[in-house]
């Protein structure tokens, strides 16, 4: 395990990761790619962050680049099918600094690597990654899957000021015609799948089963479907 600097609490931010941390499998013959996460964890209330940029193998994911985000507990970004080196820029728009981790899980579960940097007053900004690489412009296509336990009357999952509810857990499997990836994680997050082909699917399922989902399905920053429900929430799509 690699790791830059552990979590003041590394006791919670451990049983935290334990919670949302899954693996990707291809059939018979799964592939040498781990599950790629990036967790923002605010440090005393809630947090306002962008994302400067997030890339896998050179390659920016631009649909989430700008955009204003809100915290109040962990927030994940996580990657499947994706190739190395992963990383990510997150910075401060508001006072509540923050903890960005990027965990690179194994195909049997365990973390390869762990690395963390913090916001502070003086630094606004971080970059979390697992090495360098040329930027080598725009991943495409560009398949995500935002999923969130929406506040009452929300229309969309992430707005600047709202997440939805934190900590709705769910078990699922996303993939398209090639690939399966099985996952746990925990409300809000994204999902990216890399290196899509011909068509993208998901199962979300609520844990425990009653609580409220919604999963949005964009496909180069257009959102193409949505689905919401209390148990198995299911979107595909032709890409």
Do not use: K, W
Not at 190 to 209: E, G, K, M, R
């Amino acid at each position: 395990m690699l790791t830059r600097r552990s979590l003041a609490a590394r006791g919670t931010a451990g049983a935290l990761l334990l919670l949302v941390v899954g693996c990707g499998t291809q059939g018979s013959d799964p592939p040498p790619l781990p599950e790629v996460r990036f967790q923002v964890v605010p440090r005393g209330g809630a947090a306002t962050f962008q994302v400067v940029s997030l890339e896998t193998a050179g390659l920016n994911h631009p649909s989430i680049v700008g955009r204003d985000f809100f915290a109040t507990g962990p927030f994940s970004i996580v990657l499947e099918n994706a190739s190395p080196p992963y990383t990510a820029t997150v910075a401060r728009t508001g006072t509540v600094d923050f903890d960005v981790t990027l965990s690179v899980s194994s195909m049997t579960g365990g973390t390869d690597v762990t690395i963390t940097e913090s916001t502070s007053p003086d630094t606004p900004e971080v970059t979390v990654s697992s090495g360098q690489t040329a930027s080598l412009g725009n991943i495409s296509p560009e398949v995500r899957f935002d999923v969130c336990s929406p506040s009452q009357g929300a229309s969309t999952c992430f707005t600047a000021s709202d997440s939805g509810f934190f900590t709705s857990f769910f078990t699922g499997t996303l993939g398209d015609a090639f690939t399966t990836h099985v996952f746990n994680g925990g409300t809000p997050a994204i999902y990216f799948l890399d290196a899509a082909q011909d068509n993208v699917s998901a199962v979300f399922t609520s844990n425990p089963s009653g609580t409220f989902l919604r999963v949005e399905l964009y496909v180069d920053g257009q959102q193409r479907t949505t689905s919401s429900g209390t148990q198995n929430v299911l979107v595909n799509q032709d890409i």
